[in-house]
């Protein structure tokens, strides 16, 4: 196993000019880290321009586009309340609509970041075999259309949540770093089904089985306390963590739909969830990286 | 090893040591975690081992163009993809002073649902140029090319094969290579295009830039080539001037391998 080992160290000034690349294997089967990191840095704005251009071709830069990417997980909002109100004893609430919304839209980030990461590294085809660059930019561009198309929808919850009156204080704020959380998560499963998606071309066919089963068994259509209370009874509570969405979403909407600061566990485990997936996810893609060129 | 005179230290702008790649594909066109299901089930592996490049080494001065011929198979596409960066060494090291632009067989970096302007814009950002750089260079890409008008900003899907090359060939010798890698890419175009493909890598070339080309066509290389390499089975087995190599070769082609032995050479 190998590695992309952009030395730029050369004494000249004009960097692009006289470029010194050095490529050697390496032995761990991992690129340097260093120079790899400087390159995906220096290489940003392919990122954005990929997730842009892809984003433009599917049509959501006309409004109809944009109003889709609003109105999809809006409508499946109102299939679940309708659900929810079905099957639970008492009616459902305005609570309970604002948190399965923001549960919702959040989940909708993830998988549509693994979705699109999926078809990244195969997507990206041609170029992978042409031309070389880190390839951790097509899932990150995947990541950065996922979070594109998670925007406007937030635009819809404030709505929501203004109109149940759930309460707003400087807890909400704590929202946006439990996003980013929510987004290195993210990342680390778009890297990984990426890589998935190479060796296995059916990954994304499965994809949407597993992510309906996930949405199900995640505080989303249910509220942290009833998953907490059914694993507490048979004195499991800890297994609850085992699935990252718990913690993650656990803080997610008790910061939005309760107004309430989360738990030190539940930060503990959501963040070491993130990082362990985001390091892990990307640096599985990275041993891989190498072998996308003849495996296209 | 070819074209390092014994002029005074001439500038090297690639070099190549020992290099030797070796990597793992599959059997199947398309892998599916299905098959891969079945196979276990009856206990086999898809997945076997190519040693493309064995054990080869040379360096290239700036200002020379490198001819690679040898039969298909023998390692002098992923030789090229090697030096461009895509396919990392399994040993040995590549050195590679100087900006590289790539015009490989397989195609470029195009998606076909993207226009031809947006194709270029993300070739180019993919390869590290600047958004600067490649907007200066549009105009003068899409004009070399010949495309007819507005076809540029056409998905590519709508191109003709003749299209398509054409622009490929355009963006990698507009990108200002210093080094560029041309696989088995002349035949683009028509005859006039051609002609005026010729004319721009002489350009080039008369600006001491350097160009590794894999062809089959031995015509192009003894025109084109200031020093030759052939490559058999992953391995060198000759370097020197074109007119050496290329008779060494088509010796080879037709004595048969049976004949000549790698001791021969």
Excluded at chain 1, 157 to 179: E, I
Excluded at chain 2, 180 to 198: H, I, M, N, P, T
Aim: glycine fraction near 10%; charge should be neutral; proline fraction near 5%.
């Amino acid at each position: 196993m190998s590695t992309i080992d952009h030395s730029t160290s050369v004494d000249d000034s004009d960097e692009y000019r006289t470029r010194h690349h050095v490529y050697r294997p390496h032995k761990t089967g991992i690129p340097r880290l260093g120079p790899y990191a400087r390159e995906l840095l220096a290489r940003r704005e392919f990122a954005v321009e990929l997730s842009r251009t892809s984003m433009r071709a599917a049509n959501t830069a006309t409004f109809f586009g944009r109003a889709w990417l609003v109105l999809n997980p809006l409508l499946l909002g109102f299939v679940y309340f309708l659900l929810i109100d079905i099957l639970s004893p008492k009616p459902a609430t305005g609570e309970q609509f604002d948190h399965l919304l923001a549960g919702l839209f959040a989940f909708t980030l993830i998988s549509g970041s693994m979705s699109a990461g999926a078809g990244s590294v195969v997507g990206g085809g041609k170029m992978v075999m042409n031309v070389a660059f880190p390839r951790l930019l097509l899932p990150f561009s995947a990541v950065r259309t996922g979070f594109m198309r998670f925007l406007p929808t937030m635009g819809v919850y404030a709505v929501v949540h203004f109109a149940t009156g759930r309460p707003t204080s400087f807890v909400t704020l704590l929202a946006v770093p439990v996003l980013g959380l929510i987004v290195l998560f993210s990342t680390g499963l778009a890297a990984l089904m990426a890589t998935f998606q190479v060796y296995f071309r059916d990954t994304a066919s499965f994809l949407p089985y597993f992510l309906r089963i996930w949405l199900y068994l995640s505080p989303v259509l249910f509220t942290v306390e009833v998953i907490h209370r059914k694993f507490s009874a048979v004195g499991l509570a800890w297994v609850a963590y085992v699935n990252p969405l718990y913690s993650l979403f656990g803080m997610w909407s008790g910061i939005l739909n309760q107004g309430k600061l989360p738990e030190p566990t539940m930060v503990i485990a959501g963040t070491i969830w993130s990082l362990l997936v985001v390091v892990g996810g990307c640096l599985f893609f990275m041993s891989r990286e190498r072998e996308f060129a003849v495996r296209l | 090893m070819p074209s390092v005179s014994e002029t005074t230290k001439p500038e090297v702008a690639i070099s190549v040591q020992d290099l030797s790649i070796t990597y793992r594909t599959t059997f199947e066109k398309v892998p599916t975690f299905k098959q891969a299901i079945t196979r276990l089930g009856r206990g086999e592996r898809a997945v076997f081992e190519v040693e493309a490049v064995k054990g080869v080494s040379f360096d290239v001065p700036h200002g020379r163009t490198l001819g690679i011929i040898g039969a298909n198979g023998a390692g002098k596409s992923t030789l090229m993809r090697s030096v461009a960066g895509i396919l990392p060494p399994s040993s040995g090291r590549i050195d590679v002073w100087g900006r590289v632009s790539t015009l490989l067989a397989l195609g470029v970096g195009f998606n076909g649902h993207l226009s031809g302007r947006e194709n270029v814009v993300l070739g180019g950002l993919a390869a590290g140029l600047t958004r600067a750089e490649i907007e200066a260079k549009g105009e003068e890409i899409a004009e070399f090319a010949e495309l007819p008008e507005g076809f540029i900003d056409m998905p590519m899907r709508t191109y003709s094969s003749g299209m398509y090359s054409k622009l490929a060939f355009s963006v990698a010798v507009h990108m200002d290579p210093d080094i560029l890698l041309v696989d088995e890419a002349l035949s683009a175009g028509d005859a006039s295009f051609r002609r005026k493909a010729q004319i721009k890598m002489n350009e080039l070339l008369a600006n001491a830039r350097t160009m590794l080309l894999v062809t089959h066509a031995l015509g192009s290389v003894r025109e084109l080539c200031t020093d030759a390499i052939w490559l058999h089975k992953g391995r060198l087995m000759l370097a020197g001037t074109p007119d050496e190599v290329i008779g060494a070769y088509t010796k080879f082609l037709d004595v048969g391998e049976s004949a000549i032995t790698l001791e021969d050479l």
